[in-house]
């Protein structure tokens, strides 16, 4: 993963110890006192003037790493603001100082708002009603298998609901989920009311003493009106306790952009993003957690129903800048 992001602040990195060494003098701005504490101590005072050239190019490789353009802004400023200033060592290298200030951006956006689904479900009443939204072909159905998966090895009763009632084929897709895995499936025919399949299940769970109900809803595009309102009907029917939006890591910008239309629509309580595995370049999970202002909190790291893996900024950053 981050293959090219990585290459990129390692020349970031390079770009500033060449640029310093080259002229290592106190920069002209900085106070006299600054300029004399400098130079007895064998340092250089870093200035925007420095960063200038190396900040453009690291920008632009965010931007080619599918960060969208004003959340690769927001870290570049950050990243600035970070650097600017800081004293270095006379042909010591400033990549320690790169790091920190870059790590410090990227866990401000991924750490600022936090969800652990896992904790929420078990301080949560019952049941908790969990639905989860997105375009087609994202890997929505395969994710919600996932975490019936992870919840029932939790030792919780789960419910699916089959409330995509508008593909043909998606009700019979996750009956076979649900009978692989020993849960129990809450379906109407196709065409019927999502809302009130959804309704059916929370009640089943209800009255069966069931702890969660996953609700599958109709994968939509974001320019479908007649679907967006569809969804918004099942939020104020059903109340769900969570709003879960599902994309592929994969899909960049796109799923960047549709991610934020969701949220528009429906507010979102967080995302998971499918085949990050196959994911170079990490920015969506850096651009989708900035725009929503909500957590990442799972990554789907292949097919098979354990293949789910719960986001942890910290080992994202560390994987984004391990050299």
Avoid: C
């Amino acid at each position: 993963m981050f293959d090219k992001l990585r290459v990129k602040l390692n020349e970031f990195r390079k770009a500033i110890d060449d640029k310093l060494k080259a002229a290592p003098q106190p920069a002209e701005k900085a106070g006299i006192l600054d300029k004399a504490v400098a130079i007895t101590k064998g340092e250089v005072i870093l200035t925007e003037k420095d960063l200038e050239g190396p900040l453009w190019e690291l920008e632009m490789a965010l931007l080619e790493s599918d960060v969208a353009l004003p959340v690769a802004e927001s870290i570049i400023d950050s990243v600035k603001k970070g650097l600017s200033g800081q004293r270095k060592r006379l042909l010591s290298s400033t990549g320690d100082l790169v790091e920190d200030a870059l790590r410090d951006s990227l866990l401000g956006i991924l750490s600022a708002h936090t969800l652990d689904f896992e904790e929420y479900v078990k301080a949560h009443e019952k049941p908790v009603t969990v639905v989860f939204t997105g375009v087609n072909g994202t890997g929505k159905t395969t994710t919600i298998a996932k975490l019936a998966e992870l919840l029932k090895e939790k030792g919780y009763g789960v419910v699916i609901a089959a409330g995509d009632t508008f593909r043909a084929g998606a009700i019979e897709q996750l009956e076979k989920h649900a009978d692989r895995l020993g849960v129990k499936l809450i379906k109407h025919q196709q065409g019927s009311d999502p809302a009130a399949v959804i309704y059916d299940a929370v009640a089943y769970a209800r009255s069966n003493r069931k702890d969660v109900v996953l609700a599958d809803t109709a994968g939509r595009l974001h320019t479908n009106v007649n679907l967006m309102e569809q969804l918004k009907k099942i939020s104020r029917v059903i109340k769900p306790d969570l709003v879960i939006f599902v994309d592929e890591a994969i899909a960049g910008n796109d799923a960047v952009e549709r991610a934020r239309l969701f949220n528009d629509a429906v507010p979102i309580s967080g995302s998971i993003l499918t085949k990050a595995d196959a994911d170079s370049k990490g920015g969506a999970a850096i651009s989708i957690a900035h725009i929503t202002g909500k957590p990442i909190l799972y990554l789907g790291i292949g097919q098979g129903y354990k293949d789910l893996k719960k986001f942890d900024p910290e080992w994202f950053v560390d994987r984004l800048l391990e050299r």
